[in-house]
């Protein structure tokens, strides 16, 4: 049997669940590109950390395809946790990171957090978006990996900080 007679279900720019407004509705951009040597630092920000998280994530995405590009058409759940902030940060992205990776190779239009227990450092959250089809979404850079190196957390009253280094 060839690939070509295969039947996944899958039809590309159809959603495969049905989404409310508010999930199909797109957040201000609050993250930015900042150059560092062999790497590339994302910073995003927020009014809370929470909203911080949901913007690094896809600040990530966006790095890897044209993120307009992506539309809403499935949704990917993710759940990480760690020992302290910065590692629940690093397996957050890392969990992201691995479902673009493997297949069916999803990307990210959104995220939401789900629930956020800053006391145990675990975090639920969801991805909204489609899988990546190199016949839509130019593909940009390859993120290899997350790292620790300067990762960073700040928070201030009203305003949440992150930035983390990816390796392309």
Known sequence: MDESSVDDGYVPDQPTEEFTEEELQIPEIQYEYLD???????????????????????????????????????????????HDIESLLFHFLDEFLFIFSAEPYFIARKVKILSFDRENFKIKARGYGEIFDLDKHPQGTEVKAITYSNMQVHEHEGRSELFVIIDI
């Open 36 to 82: 560092h040597p062999a790497d590339v630092q994302l910073h995003s920000w927020g009014d809370s950390l929470k909203e911080a998280f949901e913007q690094i994530a896809v600040s990530m995405f966006a790095y890897m395809t044209e993120i307009d590009k992506v539309d809403i058409l499935m949704s990917q759940d993710i759940e990480a946790e760690g």
